[in-house]
């Protein structure tokens, strides 16, 4: 009988898919929560927005936005966050909570790249969010009366896979820096609240002064939710979208050098200090 | 016969802070492996047998590459264990602890089939593979439980399914059998058996000198960090197998008494286990020679302020070379 797989890297990318699927799944709370926020927190925004601008708060958001629902902008902006946010946490985080369980030495005694599978654990979340990204985004489309064409929606997972994976890099740089004080969660929070700040889920980046866009323009998120509401809600003067995507890539594989190097650092030490294994 | 795993000279030191970032408390080293050196021989069981703390994991850690050795080198199936890291990861099988490393929410059979891709084992083989593991082990009528519900014994057995998913020449078992019930321990020492008769070499860890008796071919008997005897269990014995032992329950135990016990004409060695620190209840285990030896022992457990209990004569076992050789007993208080 054969024993191993022709392509042993599928085989480990599609194990760590079906595990997180799997567990993820048998955390139904998790996934109410990850579903529902964006909605709420839309809800409490339209409600502010209400409250400040009165009468004219439509109007004033659609002048400052461009966008004509509010609840479109928001919701997609919205989901895009938790994306985000749950990414560079889990980036982090999982290697904690592994470290508690006992299993995360095991992984180093297979034949794989241990960066490699932390990746393939931040794509299994991303798949996920793809998911969750599109019902989101199918209904509030839906209620805002428009569609989207398949070239849109190919575009629309693109544009969310190039924003968020890339946060994994920062997630492993975070890991890196802080699994030995044990509190990544911490300072996982403190980033994910940065990037999110400086992404735009909620509002245009031109509310900041000029410092701060420059700044939001290394932030991969902010091109993301830039572009997914142009095109979600199909404004006219689209940026040019080649650039952009070229731009997105770059930065994905900026951030995921970055994480590559201060992890295998943190790696070559914790093999030297007995690391791995403390929990 | 080659030799499956091959230590010279392997020094660990882990130096450590006392507290947490903040309160940051002195510093400590500890020396957990001092110049060990062993082998272990193609398609046999080997046990390293210590107490608490002697280094026994850290000498797992080692060989399955999990932790990088300060100096010296080791050799795993013939592979370097810094140098050919994956050549050594194929060859081997860990199991690391005994209740630990699960998914929860995963059943048993899921979380093998997940070690199983990440071993990139065809799914038709590993399918079958783990059909035949759950059977070895007793875990078949769990294995779509989810871990969460599994006790503690069907953890460790599940942990050495594990190990042996990629069915692997070299296998490292670190206290296979440590809280597990009589009927259980006896399942893992069958497979053990069974390993080694299937021509796999064992390389396990325990603190229990009967277990090393009775699974291993041979024995590296290690303590502070030091190897400091190998052989078989009986050449191990035959270094006590002249002296006579006794084991004496006292309360009222003190430190005192037992450099005095040590000092005594005739005494070989001699080493104590507190069982109760409130009445001050221990069990002296002493090893000595001659009949005149036992009139003082006696003499002076009897003159002591500590109230003598009982005491028994046993045969010398491995645990006697423990002894005599550190002055210290083998296994904790149970
Ligand atoms: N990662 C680590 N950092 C600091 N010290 C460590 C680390 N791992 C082990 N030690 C120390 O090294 C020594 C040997 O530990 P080890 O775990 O190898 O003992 P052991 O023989 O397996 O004991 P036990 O029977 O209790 O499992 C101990 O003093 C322990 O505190
Ligand atoms: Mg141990």
Redesign the pocket.
């Known amino acids: 009988m054969k024993r191993l797989v022709k392509y042993p890297v599928l085989a480990s990318l599609i194990g760590v898919i079906i595990k997180e699927m799997k567990i993820m799944s048998r955390y139904i709370g998790t996934l109410v929560i990850v579903i529902s926020l964006p909605y709420m927190l839309s809800g409490f925004f339209i409600g502010v927005g209400y409250t400040v601008g009165g009468e004219a708060a439509n109007r004033n958001f659609y002048m400052n936005t461009g966008v004509e629902s509010p609840l479109l902008y928001l919701t997609l902006g919205g989901t895009l966050m938790m994306a985000s946010m749950f990414l560079i946490e889990n980036a982090s985080g999982i290697i904690r909570e592994e470290q508690l369980i006992g299993t995360f030495e095991l992984h180093y005694l297979t034949p794989n790249n241990t960066i490699l599978l932390w990746f393939f654990h931040a794509i299994a979340s991303s798949l996920l969010f793809l998911g969750v990204f599109a019902a989101n985004a199918s209904l509030v489309i839906a209620v805002a009366g428009s569609l989207l064409n398949p070239y849109e929606w190919l575009l629309v997972f693109a544009i969310v896979l190039l924003g968020i994976l890339p946060l994994a890099g920062l997630g492993l740089v975070v890991a890196a820096l802080t699994v030995r004080f044990k509190e990544v969660w911490a300072v996982a929070n403190i980033v994910s609240s940065f990037i999110a700040m400086l992404s735009g889920f909620y509002y245009p980046l031109e509310v900041f002064p000029r410092a701060v866009q420059l700044i939001a323009q290394v932030v991969p998120t902010s091109h993301a939710s830039e572009l997914l509401k142009k095109i979600v809600s199909g404004m006219p003067g689209q940026p040019p979208l080649a650039e952009r995507l070229t731009l997105m890539a770059a930065l994905a594989l900026g951030y995921l050098a970055l994480g590559k190097v201060f992890y295998s650092r943190w790696e070559d030490e914790a093999r030297r200090?007995?690391?791995l294994?403390?929990y | 016969m080659a030799s499956s795993v091959l230590v010279e000279n392997v020094s660990?030191v882990?130096?450590?802070r006392e507290g947490g970032l903040l309160f940051r408390g002195k510093k400590?080293v500890?020396e957990?492996?001092k110049n060990v050196s062993f082998e272990v021989r193609e398609g046999e069981v080997f046990g390293?047998l210590?107490?608490?703390?002697?280094?026994?994991?850290?000498?797992?850690?080692i060989l399955s590459t999990l932790?990088l050795p300060d100096s010296g080198d080791a050799w795993v199936n013939g592979y370097h264990v810094v140098k050919e890291a994956n050549k050594v990861r194929e060859s081997i099988g860990v199991s690391l602890y005994s209740d630990r490393g699960f998914y929860w929410k995963l059943s048993g059979r899921e979380n093998l089939m997940y070690f199983a891709r990440l071993y990139h084992l065809e799914r038709s083989y590993a399918k079958s593979r783990i059909d035949y593991l759950l059977k070895l082990l007793d875990l078949e009528s769990d294995a779509d439980r989810l871990v969460e519900e599994y006790s503690t014994g069907m953890k460790s057995k599940l942990n050495i399914a594990r190990a042996l998913l990629q069915d692997p020449p070299v296998l490292f078992l670190?206290?296979p059998t440590i809280g597990l019930d009589p009927t259980a321990a006896r399942k893992v020492r069958e497979v053990i058996m069974e390993l080694r008769g299937e021509g796999k070499t064992v390389l396990l860890?325990t603190?229990n000198m009967y277990e090393a008796e009775l699974l291993c071919d041979r024995v590296a008997i290690?303590s502070k960090?030091r190897v400091i005897a190998i052989g078989t269990p009986g050449e191990l014995k035959s270094k006590v197998s002249e002296h006579k032992v006794i084991e004496v329950e006292l309360a009222g135990f003190d430190e005192g008494l037992l450099e005095m016990v040590k000092q005594g004409r005739g005494v070989i060695g001699a080493a104590a286990r507190i069982r109760d620190p409130v009445s001050g209840l221990a069990e002296l285990r002493i090893v000595y020679d001659g009949d005149f030896a036992l009139k003082d022992v006696l003499g002076m457990l009897l003159s002591s302020r500590g109230r003598l209990i009982s005491v028994k004569s046993l045969e010398p076992t491995l645990e006697d070379v423990f002894v005599t050789m550190t002055g210290e007993r083998l296994e904790a208080p149970s």
């Open positions: 200090k007995g690391e294994s403390k | 660990k882990f130096h450590t400590r500890v957990a492996l390293l210590g107490p608490n703390g002697a280094g026994k994991t850290t000498t797992i850690k932790l670190d206290e860890t603190h290690i960090g």
